[in-house]
């Protein structure tokens, strides 16, 4: 069968990315290859299908060029990666496709999963929930519906919800992921040496964060890794077969979670001179001065740390569990700062119990921490999480159609507020950390010396620096 993976353009914004943890309001751009459509579509490859992976953002390409390039493919079945934020227009999208193609459209992603039967009404034919590589592999091989795990569709003007299937155990079973479809040299972030790639060490997440859509949704509350011999095969596959990259971020939620697989890793990668600079997320608590220091000679040259907040209470509300205090967050930005790895440090407004006040000591907090970047958003709770659940049910979600995620620019906006906090207070703070952080003159003064002696860092600075100050105006 032919089979047509495809990310959707979106509101002309070549820089929206479907495939995140928790929709943040944030002023940052950056353009993320799908990975998951790009694991799916090698799968459906594997068996020998046709494949094909249309990355309409990343190609900035408009609705009317992608309908032309999918009715030339003759596809059979279209996976669509959908999101809450641009379910309506994906909706709509699939609907016309399935007009012009004859192909059956099937949703995939976190929103889909979530909530299958408002999805179905926008216009798929299929959702494919949680984890689909090997559900899209099924219906390719045009197994009948009601066979099929993990799926929900309509029958007789019924919604039907097939069981859930189960996570894929065995992670050394699948393909790397077919990044030959993918415009590689498209994607970027100011943080990371550009073009760059995702890759997966493994899935899930044993913390119980109530934003992070992913754990909740997708890939499971428990960490299942890859061998470190698979995980450094990929990375020399990257090398040979696309040397115009220049690094890899581990999209995993936590990379360091499991300190015998991440020092395994390192090893294997240090033994086998991999030699490609690679960028990772950590929590405040996973981390050791034996971590990072191997982590280091790896080829780590960044991480992402979610120090969240400077208020342990709020980090309590959030269930970033005990370990994790704002005072585990200063000894974890020394560790990392001593190996010399440079630290983003990710900082959310809007958790339960959250206050001007405690706003404030965040930003206060960032500020001591004085570390590399920042990234100050509001969260923005997707339906199916336990933040979405615990707003909704106190009444302080504030929208009426999903539409209402993004303003007209395209740009994601808060969809609830506190009696005590409004969504447009919110704003205007998150306006005011990026002053207070990146304005300092200690900062400043840091910041350029970094860049004169880094060209990379010094040239994508500047898309983002832009950003900022138009953001700020």
Same mark, same amino acid.
């Given at each position: 069968?032919?089979?047509?993976?495809?990310?959707?353009?979106?509101?002309?914004?070549?820089?929206?990315?479907?495939?995140?943890?928790?929709?943040?309001?944030?002023?940052?751009?950056?353009?993320?290859?799908?990975?998951?459509?790009?694991?799916?579509?090698?799968?459906?490859?594997?068996?020998?299908?046709?494949?094909?992976?249309?990355?309409?953002?990343? *190609?900035? /390409? &408009?609705?009317? @060029?992608?309908?032309?390039?999918?009715?030339?493919?003759?596809?059979? =079945? #279209?996976?669509? +990666?959908?999101?809450?934020?641009?379910?309506?227009?994906?909706?709509?999208?699939?609907?016309?496709?399935?007009?012009?193609?004859?192909?059956?459209?099937?949703?995939?992603?976190?929103?889909?999963?979530?909530?299958?039967?408002?999805?179905?009404?926008?216009?798929?034919?299929?959702?494919?929930?949680?984890?689909?590589?090997?559900?899209?592999?099924?219906?390719?091989?045009?197994?009948?519906?009601?066979?099929? *795990?993990? /799926? &929900?569709?309509? @029958?007789?003007?019924?919604?039907?919800?097939?069981?859930?299937?189960? =996570? #894929?155990?065995? +992670?050394?079973?699948?393909?790397?992921?077919?990044?030959?479809?993918?415009?590689?040299?498209?994607?970027?972030?100011?943080?990371?040496?550009?073009?760059?790639?995702?890759?997966?060490?493994?899935?899930?997440?044993?913390?119980?964060?109530?934003?992070?859509?992913?754990?909740?949704?997708?890939?499971?509350?428990?960490?299942?890794?890859?061998?470190?011999?698979?995980?450094?095969?990929?990375?020399?596959?990257?090398?040979?077969?696309?040397?115009?990259?220049?690094?890899?971020?581990?999209?995993?939620?936590?990379?360091?979670?499991?300190?015998?697989?991440?020092?395994?890793?390192?090893?294997?990668?240090?033994?086998?001179?991999?030699?490609?600079?690679?960028?990772?997320?950590?929590?405040?608590?996973?981390?050791?001065?034996?971590?990072?220091?191997?982590?280091?000679?790896?080829?780590?040259?960044?991480?992402?740390?979610?120090?969240?907040?400077?208020?342990?209470?709020?980090?309590?509300?959030?269930?970033?569990?005990?370990?994790?205090?704002?005072?585990?967050?200063?000894?974890?930005?020394?560790?990392?700062?001593?190996?010399?790895?440079?630290?983003?440090?990710?900082?959310?407004?809007?958790?339960?119990?959250?206050?001007?006040?405690?706003?404030?000591?965040?930003?206060?907090?960032?500020?001591?921490?004085?570390?590399?970047?920042?990234?100050?958003?509001?969260?923005?709770?997707?339906?199916?999480?336990?933040?979405?659940?615990?707003?909704?049910?106190?009444?302080?979600?504030?929208?009426?159609?999903?539409?209402?995620?993004?303003?007209?620019?395209?740009?994601?906006?808060?969809?609830?507020?506190?009696?005590?906090?409004?969504?447009?207070?919110?704003?205007?703070?998150?306006?005011?950390?990026?002053?207070?952080?990146?304005?300092?003159?200690?900062?400043?003064?840091?910041?350029?010396?970094?860049?004169?002696?880094?060209?990379?860092?010094?040239?994508?600075?500047?898309?983002?620096?832009?950003?900022?100050?138009?953001?700020?105006?």
């Amino acid at each position: 069968m032919n089979v047509l993976f495809l990310n959707p353009p979106f509101h002309d914004n070549a820089t929206f990315n479907r495939e995140v943890r928790f929709q943040a309001v944030s002023p940052q751009k950056a353009l993320h290859p799908p990975l998951l459509l790009a694991y799916a579509a090698a799968v459906c490859k594997k068996e020998g299908h046709t494949v094909d992976l249309i990355d309409a953002p990343a *190609l900035e /390409i &408009s609705r009317e @060029k992608t309908i032309v390039m999918a009715k030339k493919f003759l596809p059979g =079945l #279209i996976v669509m +990666l959908t999101s809450t934020a641009s379910v309506e227009s994906d909706g709509a999208l699939a609907k016309e496709l399935g007009k012009e193609t004859n192909a059956k459209t099937i949703a995939v992603g976190v929103h889909a999963t979530a909530v299958p039967e408002d999805t179905l009404k926008k216009g798929f034919d299929i959702i494919a929930r949680g984890e689909y590589e090997y559900t899209i592999r099924e219906l390719a091989e045009k197994a009948r519906l009601e066979k099929v *795990l993990g /799926i &929900s569709y309509k @029958k007789n003007k019924k919604f039907m919800h097939n069981k859930n299937r189960p =996570l #894929i155990e065995n +992670l050394d079973e699948l393909p790397f992921p077919a990044r030959e479809l993918l415009p590689n040299e498209k994607y970027y972030s100011a943080l990371y040496k550009n073009p760059f790639t995702f890759i997966l060490a493994g899935r899930g997440c044993p913390q119980q964060c109530i934003f992070c859509a992913g754990p909740q949704l997708m890939s499971g509350r428990r960490y299942r890794f890859r061998s470190p011999r698979n995980i450094v095969d990929e990375l020399k596959h990257i090398k040979k077969n696309f040397p115009k990259l220049k690094s890899v971020l581990f999209n995993d939620d936590t990379l360091n979670v499991n300190k015998k697989h991440i020092l395994e890793t390192c090893d294997l990668m240090i033994k086998e001179k991999i030699n490609l600079p690679w960028a990772a997320y950590s929590r405040v608590d996973s981390v050791d001065e034996e971590i990072a220091q191997k982590m280091k000679k790896a080829g780590c040259f960044l991480v992402k740390v979610g120090f969240e907040s400077g208020n342990d209470e709020i980090l309590r509300s959030m269930k970033k569990g005990p370990r994790a205090t704002a005072e585990q967050g200063k000894k974890c930005a020394e560790i990392f700062s001593k190996a010399g790895i440079q630290v983003h440090g990710t900082f959310v407004f809007g958790m339960p119990g959250e206050t001007k006040e405690t706003i404030q000591k965040t930003i206060d907090y960032a500020k001591k921490l004085d570390i590399d970047f920042v990234q100050f958003s509001i969260a923005q709770p997707y339906p199916g999480t336990e933040f979405f659940e615990i707003l909704k049910k106190q009444g302080y979600l504030k929208f009426g159609d999903w539409s209402e995620f993004l303003d007209k620019e395209g740009c994601i906006t808060p969809i609830f507020e506190y009696p005590n906090l409004k969504a447009g207070e919110m704003e205007k703070f998150l306006k005011k950390a990026y002053r207070q952080y990146y304005f300092r003159p200690k900062y400043i003064a840091k910041a350029v010396k970094q860049r004169l002696t880094n060209r990379e860092l010094a040239k994508t600075s500047l898309r983002s620096a832009w950003n900022l100050v138009k953001y700020l105006k």
